[in-house]
């Protein structure tokens, strides 16, 4: 009978000592019980259905059964945790760039008179330190044709540094030359041809021919690209200036030219030009 007792609690003793191990606790095995010792150690020995099952549960991180729903959750919670930590984190919306603030600007605008007064339509205002680093256009290549013995156009504005092209439009030869600041003379142009010259000093060149001397055309060089020819009327307006103080300065053809300061300050401000000889 008692051999029957010590079997029956043998029995019952290996699937609790198996539960505990998976829960993460050692069975209870004691020194006067050397039965369960062996049965321990059986235990841990695989049988062939958990040898096959052992791939899968490496792959999937949950140990071989008897496992209880606790250890399972347990488990699947630990692999997941990796995946999570590993989210990139959204960017904030302070980290994001701020566009640049745009520069304050405002218009200068007025009028220029002259004597005689029908030279007041080829005014030109320009600001003698208009700034560098923001300038309205790039320096552009100015065309200026000798065409049925005159210069067109009659008043032309480039900027230090452009490139001038002098193209003769008539059936016969040309000569470009001129007296004032830097002094050049092209030589004479042949029927389709072209000669260019690169100013580098500011200044109005009066533009000349030694073949006719009925010629007469003016080139007015300016500092900076901020410029603006005046209309029929003499009205200027020179637009999109950013603030700042600048000097402004009023031409026209046989006149004397005329400077002024003007403080730009986000609205208009307004100038006028009395010139004469």
């Known amino acids: 009978m008692k051999r029957i007792l010590a079997l029956l609690l043998l029995a019952a003793a290996g699937p609790l000592a198996s539960l505990s ?7 209870a095995v004691s020194p006067e019980n050397p039965t369960a010792a062996s049965a321990e150690v059986t235990s841990a020995t695989p049988t062939p259905t958990e040898q096959a099952s052992a791939p ?14 606790a250890t399972v959750a347990a488990v699947a919670s630990v692999s997941a945790a990796p995946a999570a930590s590993a989210a990139p984190e959204a960017p904030s919306a302070s980290s994001a760039t701020a566009p640049p603030e745009p520069i304050p600007r405002g218009n200068i605008v007025g009028t220029v008179t002259t ?7 080829q005014a030109v205002v320009y600001l003698e330190d208009g700034p560098l680093e923001d300038q309205p256009a790039r320096l552009q290549t100015i065309t200026i044709s000798n065409r049925q013995m005159n210069f067109i156009p009659y008043i032309s504005v480039a900027a230090v540094g452009a490139k001038v092209v002098f193209a003769n439009e008539d059936p ?5 030359f001129s007296p004032d600041n830097e002094k050049f003379n092209l ?7 072209a000669h ?5 000093t500011p200044g109005a060149y009066s533009l000349l021919c030694n073949l006719h001397p009925g010629m007469l055309g003016y080139l007015l060089v300016t500092p900076s690209t901020w ?9 200027f ?11 402004a300065t009023g031409w026209a053809p046989r006149q004397t030219p005329v400077t002024q300061t003007v403080t730009v300050a986000n609205g208009d401000v307004t100038l006028t030009f009395d010139l004469h000889r």
């Open 21 to 27: 191990a998976c829960e993460g606790e050692p069975p």
């Open 56 to 69: 899968a549960a490496a792959a999937t991180g949950c140990p071989p059964p008897p496992c209880s729903p």
């Open 115 to 121: 004597v005689p007064a029908s030279l007041k339509g």
């Open 172 to 176: 016969f030869p040309h000569n470009v």
């Open 187 to 193: 030589g004479n142009i042949p029927q389709n041809g």
């Open 196 to 200: 260019t010259h690169v100013f580098k």
């Open 227 to 235: 410029h603006v020819r005046a209309d029929g009327k003499g009205h």
């Open 237 to 247: 307006d020179m637009k999109h200036v950013p603030n700042g103080m600048y000097k």
